[in-house]
């Protein structure tokens, strides 16, 4: 029994401390696991780059991307694109340019764009709708595309279990977070996606339970 209680402790402590630091990354800038697959992606750009963040929910992405790449001799020109009228209105207020549309059916002309972002949408999509998806990314953008999510693995799941009781989230939070990390996908269960979709990506595990694809768009 007691060493069922030292276990049980540990197995805790070590969920506690991994949901410290998603916690951590999450309150960091949202474009710290973006920025340098943006910029090796905008260095073959000698002009300004053109920057589309679908589903940008209130615009903190490529307002947040503007101020780093400018810092770095990197100018990006964003816009965003939300299917939400009240979270454009939003992130239009915050002084992003917006376009109201889907990921499944973007409404922008092809290779009229020259970055595209997708971030933390994919895992609210099935499989087929994440390669539907990532074949319109490609056929707007000019130079690359930029996808990251969550990364599904059993750590994961046990550090929001516990982390979220530790820190009493409410229970509606709880089950959200539970069920993003469900649905999310493996680093190979992307990777197989994307080739699905007749992609050749690198993805990557990043720290905070985290993937980040990159792809050209040739």
Request: hydrophobic letters at 45%.
């Given at each position: ?117 997708l971030?933390?949408v ?54 959200d ?42």
């Amino acid at each position: 029994m007691g060493r069922r209680l030292v276990v049980g402790f540990v197995i805790a402590l070590v969920a506690l401390s991994a949901y410290v630091g998603w916690i951590k990354l999450e309150r960091r800038s949202p474009t710290a696991e973006l920025v340098h697959p943006i910029a090796t992606l905008g260095r073959s750009s000698t002009i300004d780059v053109h920057l589309m963040d679908v589903g940008t929910g209130l615009g903190d992405l490529p307002l947040d991307a503007v101020r780093w790449g400018a810092s770095r001799g990197l100018r990006l020109v964003p816009f965003g694109l939300e299917r939400s009228r009240p979270a454009a209105h939003l992130a239009r207020d915050a002084g992003l340019p917006m376009v109201l549309g889907c990921a499944g059916a973007l409404p922008i002309k092809p290779r009229s764009v020259d970055i595209v972002v997708l971030s933390q949408v994919a895992h609210h999509m099935h499989s087929d709708a994440v390669i539907r998806m990532a074949r319109e990314l490609t056929k707007v953008s000019r130079i690359g595309v930029v996808l990251a999510d969550l990364r599904r693995s059993r750590l994961a799941m046990v550090a929001f279990w516990f982390g979220s009781r530790i820190l009493r989230f409410d229970p509606a939070t709880r089950a959200d977070g539970l069920t993003s990390v469900r649905r999310s996908y493996t680093r190979m269960e992307l990777k197989t996606l994307l080739s699905r979709a007749g992609i050749d990506a690198k993805v990557e595990q990043r720290p905070g339970f985290r993937l980040v694809a990159t792809w050209s768009s040739g």
